[in-house]
């Protein structure tokens, strides 16, 4: 005997048909359960509903957005250098370099956030730069680990985030583990390069200082074959350093540019600060030995 649906019984759902054009392509399914999966996995309903203005002028929405993009691209620039770092640390030094190439196009995207920030004339700046308070873009504790894994290290740097537990955890583990540097110098020595024990043996929960014998060991491997593993690696790390110095020195001239001389938002010494930091590069040997080539 045939078994006939009970009235309140759902009926199952039909496969939407899609519909053959006349070129004999499909149109793309339109109708779907819940939400689609493109937001399920991008998450672009919780991202495009982040932003907060807390001012009326239109230009406080690029400012806020234009942050954020850059939040994200820090995150993403941090889970290069970490791969690159864990890589080095078993002499894996193809997936380092991978991820080290995979960074300098990512913060080649990051660098060209500032087109929309850099031409802001002050008073354009100043309509909605009251609602930054004491925000500054110094508090940004992804960027803070992205100078981390640079040897850029500095316990007070993790001040400000006592606050937030979670995000000051994760900064004082990075903290006190090795930075990307600190791995390179290592692999250096692993591979034959007479590094003393002191450079290779130091706190690294503090700032990486230049040492002559790390400068020896790039000026050793330059003046080698250009394509033996560890020149592949200076050169990708070398990329590295250059966007670094052009992120800082854009993040100079936009905020030299929108607000001249005077004190940051956060209450640092704003433009004279940045000078500072512009002047200092990173993997530093790589830098010097090239005089010594």
């Known amino acids: 005997m045939s078994q006939q649906a009970h009235p309140h019984e759902a009926a199952e759902p039909e496969t939407p048909h899609l519909e053959q054009n006349p070129d004999g392509t499909l149109d793309p399914n339109l109708d779907f359960a819940g939400t689609t999966p493109y937001e399920d996995y991008v998450r672009a309903d919780v991202l495009t509903h982040l932003q907060h203005t ?22 993403v620039i941090v889970h290069e250098w970490e791969t690159a770092a864990n890589a080095l640390r078993s002499d894996d030094v193809p997936t380092a370099i991978a991820a ?17 920030l850099g031409q802001l004339t002050p008073a354009q700046f100043n309509s909605y730069r009251s609602a930054l308070g004491e925000g500054s873009g110094f508090q940004s504790a992804m960027y803070r680990r992205m100078e981390f894994l640079l040897g850029e290290k500095s316990a007070s740097m993790l001040v400000p985030h006592r606050g937030a537990p979670r995000v000051h955890a994760e900064l004082e583990k990075a903290l006190h583990e090795p930075s990307l540097y600190d791995e390179v110098v290592r692999l250096l020595a692993r591979r034959g390069h007479p590094i003393p024990a002191s450079v290779l043996r130091r706190d690294v929960s503090l700032r990486y200082e230049p040492a002559d014998a790390v400068e020896a060991a790039w000026t050793a491997v330059y003046a080698g074959d250009e394509s033996d593993e560890l020149a592949r690696l200076g050169e990708a790390l070398t990329d590295v350093g250059e966007l670094i110095w052009r992120w800082r020195n854009d993040h100079l001239v936009a905020t030299r540019r929108a607000m001249g001389a005077k004190s940051g938002t956060g209450g640092s010494a704003g433009v004279a600060w940045l000078e500072k930091r512009a002047r200092k590069n990173v993997f530093p040997e790589l830098w010097t030995a090239r005089s010594h080539v």
């Open 54 to 75: 807390l001012s009326d002028d239109p230009g406080e929405m690029v400012f806020l957005v234009t942050t954020q993009v850059m939040e994200l691209w820090f995150t």
């Open 100 to 116: 080290l190439k995979r960074s300098v196009r990512e913060l080649e995207a990051l660098n060209a956030s500032w087109k929309p």
